[in-house]
């Protein structure tokens, strides 16, 4: 896939093919407020849809139930800023991908989602008629750094059993040195250690080698960029285009990653970690004669 998407074979490195790099910020103070880590990602997708660049964004938010995330198709600022925020779940993307094109006949689309996601959307961008039906329509990729996410109700079990906080109160989910957090109105809990998580986790997170979405034409995530900031890669010329436009606007600031600390050294080294146990996992199922997913193979 690396072939279809990049036009070479997969590159080595722990970060995968990465044209520029850079330690950003959006510049809108709303979007900082209601963000994660800067807001760039938010930034990217209201100001594109602003300046109409895109005409719709597949993103996820929380559904009925607190934290339940639900994937949606937003069409302006404010249903961007409405979903703003990480929700260490999974929504349904591919399934809204469709609706952008069959309900709101959408062709500039642009998707927020996980590693696993982004390859997803790939194979509906390189494969058959019947998925470039939708992939042709997915103008950019944007993709979020990911050590693994949790089945809604094990989410749930994490805050209210493990964090012994009810996660209607809860505003904010982070990750941050290692540590799972919530924040509340009456400010941050007590987090536990994510390597505690682990049994938590979907099983196919455990068989995946990815944790900086490299298949995306735009990654982002706080991992290597100093507190309230955003580490982006920009992986394709899209990638690339997009971002110089919104430099161009100040819609975001950004400096190179190599400039700040702790800089990709870190994302290289949790991206080694991330192989690393995906091939020991992967490697106990052949043992065990388990099923190993296809990609992970």
């Not at 990217?44 to 994937?71: F, K």
């Not at 999974?90 to 989602?113: F, M, Q, R, W």
């Not at 194979?123 to 329509?137: A, D, L, Y």
């Not at 975001?252 to 870190?266: Q, T």
């Amino acid at each position: 896939m690396s072939r279809d998407v990049f036009g070479e074979n997969y590159e080595s490195s722990e970060l995968g093919r990465v044209k520029e790099s850079y330690s950003a910020q959006a510049n809108d103070s709303e979007i900082k407020e209601w963000g994660q880590d800067g807001g760039v990602a938010t930034a990217i997708l209201a100001s594109l849809l602003e300046e109409d660049y895109i005409d719709g964004a597949i993103i996820t938010e929380s559904g009925n139930e607190p934290w339940n995330p639900v994937s949606k198709v937003a069409l302006n600022r404010e249903e961007v800023i409405k979903g703003a925020g990480t929700i260490y779940s999974l929504g349904s993307p591919l399934l809204s991908s469709e609706e952008a094109v069959e309900k709101y006949g959408l062709e500039n689309i642009a998707v927020v989602g996980t590693p696993c996601q982004m390859r997803a959307f790939r194979r509906m961008k390189t494969g058959n008629k019947q998925f470039r039906r939708v992939g042709s329509r997915i103008k950019l990729l944007i993709g979020l750094f990911c050590t693994e996410s949790f089945p809604y109700s094990d989410l749930r079990r994490i805050v209210e059993e493990e964090l012994e906080t009810n996660i209607e109160k809860v505003e904010k989910m982070d990750i941050d040195k290692g540590k799972f957090i919530v924040y509340t109105d009456e400010g941050e809990k007590e987090g536990m250690p994510v390597s505690s998580l682990k049994k938590y986790a979907f099983p196919h997170c455990h068989v995946c080698h990815d944790f900086s979405a490299e298949l995306a034409d735009i990654s982002v995530g706080s991992v290597g960029a100093p507190l309230g900031h955003s580490a982006v890669l920009l992986r394709t010329s899209i990638g690339v285009e997009a971002f110089d436009f919104l430099l161009e606007r100040e819609v975001i600031r950004a400096s190179p990653l190599e400039n700040v600390e702790p800089g990709a050294g870190l994302i290289e080294k949790l991206s080694s970690n991330k192989r690393g146990d995906a091939r020991e996992e992967i490697e106990e199922r052949k043992e065990n004669e388990q099923s190993i997913p296809p990609y992970a193979k």
